[in-house]
């Protein structure tokens, strides 16, 4: 499994286990909002961690 999968099975496992959503369309639409959520948090942390390892002001 890729990357990619494996952050999309997380999102649905957490979709899964939100008792508020009442459809199919309701749970899937939850689920990508969580995926892209957690994709972009992962870009977040990527951006930050060049930009530690460029200034050495931090260390």
């Known amino acids: 499994m ?10 649905k496992c ?16 939850y689920a990508k909002a969580i995926y892209f959520a ?8 990527e951006k930050n961690r060049v930009l530690q390892e460029k200034d050495k002001s931090v260390k």
């Open 2 to 11: 890729s990357r990619n999968e494996n952050v999309w099975t997380d999102a």
């Open 14 to 29: 957490a979709a899964l286990r939100v008792e508020f959503l009442t459809s199919r369309e309701e749970l899937f639409l």
């Open 38 to 45: 957690m994709m972009w948090g992962r870009e977040v942390n």
